[in-house]
């Protein structure tokens, strides 16, 4: 089975930066697109930021300038730089792969476990 595994979250005072990285592993092949969610207390689950894997990003509005998504198709790993944190921003992330399937002819998404991130003085 795929396995996503994300590191790098933890507590910081506000504007300051963490960097998440997550590796994906298993029996695949060159994940189609790697992305970070977010999911506030109480809310559901929103996309940050994704990458595919000609390295075509998106960002959403909110975090545009703060946060920088990066990937190394190599290693299968994508990675959030997250600079001039905000209380705001504080959520579990997520990490997703969307990864083609050859038995199944379709592409599976796949989730990590996710990673606190709190963001207080």
């Known amino acids: 089975q795929v396995q996503l595994v994300e590191s790098g979250g933890g507590s910081v005072q506000p504007g300051g930066s963490l960097r998440l990285s997550c590796v994906a592993s298993?029996?695949?092949?060159?994940?189609?697109?790697m992305g970070w969610y977010r999911q506030f207390p109480g809310k559901q689950r929103d996309v940050v930021a994704t990458?595919?894997?000609?390295?075509?990003?998106n960002v959403i509005d909110s975090v545009k300038g703060r946060f920088t998504i990066s990937r190394d198709n190599a290693k299968n790993t994508v990675y959030l730089q997250m600079n001039s944190l905000k209380p705001d921003d504080t959520a579990v992330y997520y990490c997703?792969?969307?990864?083609?399937?050859?038995?199944?002819?379709?592409?599976?998404?796949?989730w990590g476990q996710g990673t606190q991130v709190n963001v207080s003085s």
């Open positions: 990458m595919i894997a000609d390295g075509r990003t």
């Open positions: 997703n792969a969307d990864i083609w399937s050859v038995s199944r002819g379709a592409i599976v998404t796949y």
């Open positions: 298993g029996s695949i092949s060159n994940p189609y697109s």
